[in-house]
């Protein structure tokens, strides 16, 4: 077993401006991560190359990548109020999305069985031709497009606190990537609805669980093995890509969800045991608790190594199945329509 721990100096380069969360500190946190796992023995470093303009351009615009690297070549500056670019920000934002498509490669050839990539900026906001919600590339949909562009079926599994914007809208009208996307609602950035569920080709391949502040871990566990679990079944991915937001923690300072660390390791256990099979990618998105970053990373890397590990207690308390009955409801009318 080796699960490839892919991270870059440059990475700490990316300058969002003081009192930003978005921070460098965010990556020292997940770091120390690995001590915690008591998976150290099967973790190895790995050094990411930076996407090309080709690869990124699968799911932006090139008219925005030109854009973006001038913009950050000439100083950077604010993008939108919530993201910012500096001087380095281009070449960590390449670095961050070239970082699936090198482990991916090792993974292909069976140097790595997994890989956890602590990148920044993070991605899945950033949509085809804008930064967003402190996102410039969409690295996980840069590797999602570049696996579905040689016959594999991907899925996207997001359980960061925020909607996945940018993800869903990339594959929104496409059957070869299935995204899903557990999240507090509403909140930033307003979308994942359980009624938006793909359109055209795409059309079922977008499940959305928009969850009530405070949800913790036993109702996320039953919405994935009542709606999620048969439209992964059904999809049978051959790679599994996270979207691994650690802002869903109970100690976040920017949402209001219930789960703990020991929830994280649930959530990866839960889709690691559904496809077996599939070769598993976890990308670092949100999370800005540096105890709580410390401690999801570690319950998320030993699933990753098929194993459990509590930090801290699993969340509890009662499932909230008038919730789920009403997702689960839009979510057929909408797919009935």
């Given at each position: 077993m080796v699960i490839l721990f892919g991270t870059h100096p440059k990475f700490v380069e990316h300058d969002t401006g003081?009192?930003?969360?978005?921070?460098?500190?965010?990556?020292?946190?997940?770091?120390?991560?690995?001590?915690?796992?008591?998976?150290?023995e099967v973790i190895e470093d790995f050094i990411p190359e930076p996407a090309t303009l080709e690869q990124m351009s699968r799911v932006h615009e090139p008219s925005y990548l030109a854009a973006l690297e001038r913009f950050c070549l000439m100083g950077g500056g604010t993008l939108d109020p919530d993201t910012s670019a500096s001087m380095s920000s281009w070449e960590a934002a390449t670095l961050a999305a070239g970082a699936g498509i090198g482990a991916s490669a090792k993974i292909r050839a069976g140097e790595a069985d997994a890989a956890f990539l602590a990148v920044r900026p993070p991605?899945?906001?950033?949509?085809?031709?804008?930064?967003?919600?402190?996102?410039?590339?969409?690295?996980?949909?840069?590797?999602?497009?570049?696996?579905?562009?040689?016959?594999e079926r991907v899925l996207i599994y997001d359980f960061d606190a925020h909607h996945g914007n940018g993800s869903q809208e990339m594959f929104f009208e496409s059957s070869s990537v299935l995204y899903v996307s557990a999240h507090e609602y509403p909140l930033y950035p307003g979308t994942g609805r359980a009624r938006e569920v793909g359109r055209g080709e795409g059309k079922g391949y977008t499940v959305n669980l928009p969850f009530h502040a405070d949800t913790t871990g036993p109702s996320y566990l039953e919405a994935f093995d009542r709606v999620v679990a048969p439209c992964v079944e059904d999809f049978d991915p051959t790679w599994t890509l996270?979207?691994?937001?650690?802002?869903?923690?109970?100690?976040?300072?920017?949402?209001?969800?219930?789960?703990?660390?020991?929830?994280?390791?649930?959530?990866?256990?839960?889709?690691?045991?559904?496809?077996?099979?599939?070769?598993?990618?976890?990308?670092?998105?949100?999370?800005?608790?540096?105890?709580?970053?410390?401690?999801?990373?570690?319950?998320?890397?030993?699933?990753?190594?098929?194993?459990?590990?509590?930090?801290?207690?699993?969340?509890?308390?009662?499932?909230?199945?008038?919730?789920i009955k009403a997702l689960e409801e839009s979510r057929k009318r909408a797919l009935s329509e």
């Amino acid at each position: 077993m080796v699960i490839l721990f892919g991270t870059h100096p440059k990475f700490v380069e990316h300058d969002t401006g003081s009192l930003h969360p978005e921070t460098p500190e965010r990556l020292i946190a997940v770091k120390r991560g690995i001590q915690l796992s008591g998976v150290k023995e099967v973790i190895e470093d790995f050094i990411p190359e930076p996407a090309t303009l080709e690869q990124m351009s699968r799911v932006h615009e090139p008219s925005y990548l030109a854009a973006l690297e001038r913009f950050c070549l000439m100083g950077g500056g604010t993008l939108d109020p919530d993201t910012s670019a500096s001087m380095s920000s281009w070449e960590a934002a390449t670095l961050a999305a070239g970082a699936g498509i090198g482990a991916s490669a090792k993974i292909r050839a069976g140097e790595a069985d997994a890989a956890f990539l602590a990148v920044r900026p993070p991605g899945h906001h950033a949509v085809s031709d804008r930064a967003m919600g402190f996102c410039l590339v969409n690295n996980i949909a840069v590797l999602a497009a570049d696996l579905a562009s040689r016959g594999e079926r991907v899925l996207i599994y997001d359980f960061d606190a925020h909607h996945g914007n940018g993800s869903q809208e990339m594959f929104f009208e496409s059957s070869s990537v299935l995204y899903v996307s557990a999240h507090e609602y509403p909140l930033y950035p307003g979308t994942g609805r359980a009624r938006e569920v793909g359109r055209g080709e795409g059309k079922g391949y977008t499940v959305n669980l928009p969850f009530h502040a405070d949800t913790t871990g036993p109702s996320y566990l039953e919405a994935f093995d009542r709606v999620v679990a048969p439209c992964v079944e059904d999809f049978d991915p051959t790679w599994t890509l996270i979207s691994a937001g650690f802002d869903a923690h109970r100690k976040d300072p920017l949402t209001e969800m219930g789960l703990t660390s020991a929830d994280f390791g649930n959530l990866t256990l839960w889709v690691k045991n559904l496809v077996p099979h599939a070769k598993i990618v976890a990308f670092l998105e949100g999370g800005y608790d540096f105890a709580a970053l410390e401690q999801s990373t570690a319950a998320t890397l030993a699933a990753l190594a098929g194993e459990s590990l509590k930090p801290e207690p699993n969340s509890y308390g009662p499932i909230n199945f008038d919730m789920i009955k009403a997702l689960e409801e839009s979510r057929k009318r909408a797919l009935s329509e």
